[in-house]
């Protein structure tokens, strides 16, 4: 399985911006990164009227659209795949962040804001190896200035240049 490193973090908290500001730190740090984000509602990355869309609704399980510059497919399912599921459609990269997906066994890294309202998940979750927080706390694992982007992707390529 490929390295992968949770981001997690209540909603509005910052999870996106502090990933797409550290991407291309790692990225300039010599890693490659894939990025799978996770949605609590139902999507619709297909158009209704589109060929694509109409293979679909025919009877094709999945359809691969593809061009020069890119290709995405477009697939129904019947529950929520498994990380190794996920992972499997992903080219073999250095490090895979995996935004949301908080109740995984695997390593993740907390994005706090006290203003948010909510409390930390640290203390309860023993797989969240860093807090990026904008405050200062007392916890028990490294806590990242949330603000410092250049500290979060040193810990981040740190971390995913590590052997486990």
Not at 40 to 66: C, I, W
Request: glycine share 6%; with cysteine; aromatic share 4%.
């Amino acid at each position: 399985m490929q390295k992968t490193l949770g981001v997690i973090g209540w909603s509005g908290s910052g999870k996106t911006t502090l990933i797409a500001s550290v991407l291309p730190l790692l990225r300039a740090r010599g890693l490659r990164v894939a990025v799978i984000k996770h949605c609590h509602h139902p999507l619709e990355f297909d158009q209704p009227g589109k060929d694509s869309h109409r293979l679909r609704q025919a009877g094709a399980t999945e359809v691969m659209v593809l061009s020069p510059t890119g290709w995405a497919v477009f697939a129904d399912v019947d529950r929520e795949p498994t990380l190794a599921e996920q992972l499997s459609h992903l080219s073999e990269v250095d490090l895979v962040l995996l935004e949301g997906q908080k109740r995984l066994a695997l390593p993740k890294l907390e994005v706090y804001r006290s203003s948010v309202g909510k409390p930390p998940r640290y203390p309860d979750d023993p797989d969240i190896i860093a807090v990026a927080c904008d405050q200062t706390l007392a916890a028990d694992r490294p806590v990242l200035d949330l603000n410092d982007a250049e500290a979060v992707a040193d810990f981040v390529a740190a971390w995913a240049r590590a052997k486990n």
